[in-house]
């Protein structure tokens, strides 16, 4: 059983390793430090197995939507507070073409797929295991979120902590109108 322990423990601080490697020898700053500035830059590479389905989701497969990208995991407190507020705002502009995705890490998929049902979360999620479109995304915590224009850029503003629905309501006004 020691060695079992052993070997996870060194597998962990090996993904760990290589999350820090990818930070630090990244392509620059992470789109949010761009986004802040006021810049709009293309959005990275987003393509992940569904946690809500089968198969994987790909943000180039949303091209001409906007598109609204909310980083969570399941134990995060701001990220329950804010979890039924996105999803209502998710419902309330599916009508308008409007796509919320969804990016859970660090969370097994049960205890992921259990917050979905708790917080009534019926948008697209996706699951990236242990976290590597952080760095890319410039994420420091969670939650974040991104808001996409039809163009496939991410545009500001961008939210860190819980989403207030007037935040969320900004975002998306500016990526329809981008």
């Known amino acids: 059983m020691r060695i079992v322990r052993v070997?996870?423990?060194a597998a962990v601080l090996g993904l760990l390793g290589l999350l820090v490697w990818d930070v630090a020898h990244g392509s620059?700053?992470?789109v949010e430090q761009k986004v802040d500035k006021g810049r709009k830059v293309p959005a990275p590479k987003l393509d992940l197995p569904r946690?809500?389905?089968?198969g994987r989701l790909s943000l180039a497969s949303l091209r001409g939507k906007v598109v609204v990208v909310n980083f969570w995991e399941?134990?995060?407190v701001p990220c329950k507070?804010?979890?039924r507020r996105v999803?209502?705002?998710a419902r309330r502009y599916e009508k308008r073409g409007v796509v919320f995705v969804g990016v859970n890490a660090f969370d097994t998929k049960r205890a992921a797929r259990a917050y979905l049902g708790r917080y009534g979360v019926d948008y697209p999620n996706i699951r990236d295991g242990v976290g590597t479109t952080?760095?890319?995304w410039g994420v420091s915590g969670v939650p974040e979120t991104f808001f996409i224009d039809r163009h496939g850029r991410v545009v500001p503003p961008h939210i860190t902590g819980p989403a207030s629905t007037k935040d969320l309501e900004n975002g998306i006004r500016l990526a329809l109108n981008s």
């Open 74 to 76: 399941s134990y995060c």
């Open 134 to 136: 952080f760095g890319r």
């Open 81 to 83: 507070q804010e979890a």
């Open 28 to 30: 620059g700053p992470g």
């Open 51 to 54: 946690l809500d389905a089968d």
């Open 7 to 9: 070997a996870v423990v």
């Open 87 to 89: 999803a209502d705002t």
